[in-house]
């Protein structure tokens, strides 16, 4: 079965760091990967997917992920974050041609200002 | 925009309770789902639905059982609530149309059964 590893379970950064988080899933085949970010007290929200193409997918409010197949990784990176990106964020996947979402358990990012 | 709502942000039962969680979109989705969201565990599918009357076990599906009578709307039940079912519960959906399968979240129920 499908698992998703997040390495980092909390972050704590001041503004203006850069920021990378860790996702690794297991299974081989085609895949489609989602970073999520949920804000203080609201739902969760869909900060980028990757699908087909380019493997370096960028999102809202400068996030990037890059896919590495040959490393099954799908790491999320920021080059300058900010007191607001202070959220928890979770990677997923889902194998293609089925609608299961397989999260990671999340890594809570701490932003100082 | 794509709208889900879940009928309660907050809800306190006792144990034994029938609990009734619902979960309605407006856009026309397929697919709705169902998880519980604990600190350090991620989010955990209970149930899913493809079609109006169709359910699939999830993950986690013990101690829950599901409704979809109306292709909007999707029910999670807890025939009699326990103290290890206090979590945060997440409705989503998501569209078969094309190839975009992102699922929408909507603003979770924070269940506390006592």
């Known amino acids: 079965a499908q698992s998703v590893s997040q390495h980092n379970h909390h972050v704590i950064l001041s503004e203006a760091a850069s920021l990378e988080l860790g996702c690794n899933y297991s299974?081989?085949?085609?895949?489609?990967l989602f970073w999520y970010v949920q804000y203080p007290g609201q739902h969760l929200q869909l900060l980028l997917k990757y699908f087909s193409g380019d493997p370096l997918v960028k999102g809202i409010k400068g996030f990037e992920a890059e896919f590495i197949k040959s490393k099954f990784s799908f790491n999320l990176r920021k080059p300058s974050v900010q007191w607001s990106d202070t959220a928890e964020y979770f990677c997923a996947v889902m194998n293609t041609g089925f609608q299961k979402l397989v999260f990671g358990t999340g890594t809570r990012l701490l932003v100082s200002p | 925009d794509v709208k889900v709502t879940q009928s309660s942000r907050y809800l306190v039962k006792r144990t034994g309770e029938k609990v009734f969680l619902e979960c309605v979109q407006d856009?026309?989705?397929?697919?709705m789902f169902w998880y519980r969201q604990d600190p350090g565990l991620g989010l955990r599918l209970i149930y899913f639905s493809y079609d109006v009357k169709m359910k699939e076990k999830g993950d986690i599906p013990e101690g829950y059982s599901v409704s979809r009578e109306k292709k909007e709307r999707f029910s999670l039940i807890l025939e009699s609530a326990s103290t290890n079912q206090t979590s945060m519960y997440l409705c989503a959906s998501s569209s078969n149309r094309g190839s975009q399968e992102t699922q929408y979240f909507g603003p979770g129920t924070r269940l506390l059964v006592l």
């Open positions: 856009m026309d989705h397929e697919n």
């Open positions: 299974y081989g085949g085609t895949v489609n």
